[in-house]
């Protein structure tokens, strides 16, 4: 499912224009990439837990040149996943490949 098709999906739930169901998805991600970037973390209840992590400088090897280079630090989005979504997820009985349920 893509941006659109959840769109379409909300408004149809809520009985709204597609383009309205479009919108409110554009501005609830448009909300959690600002809190981000504020250092702020962000939290669904049940579903799970927006939030940006550090992720350490280090060095690496250009693979083309092998020259060694210095990869700088960066902010990462991080996604943890709430209790009830992991739940549903495991009783819909789709399991990862390699695992068995």
């Known amino acids: 499912m893509n941006k659109a098709e959840l769109g379409a999906a909300l408004a149809d739930k809520f009985n709204l224009p597609k383009t309205q169901g479009v919108s409110i998805i ?3 991600t448009e909300m959690i990439t600002d809190e981000l970037k504020k250092g702020s ?5 049940g579903f799970g837990q927006f939030m940006a992590k550090e992720r350490k400088g280090r060095s690496g090897v250009n693979p083309r040149t092998k ?12 996604f943890k996943a709430g209790k009830n979504l992991k739940e549903a997820l495991k009783a819909s009985g789709i399991a990862a490949a390699g695992t068995t349920v």
Do not use: F, G, W, Y
Not at 67 to 78: D, F, L, Q
């Open 26 to 28: 554009e501005s609830m």
């Open 41 to 45: 973390e962000v939290t669904i209840a």
């Open 67 to 78: 020259e060694k280079i210095t990869i700088p630090p960066i902010r990462v989005p991080k």
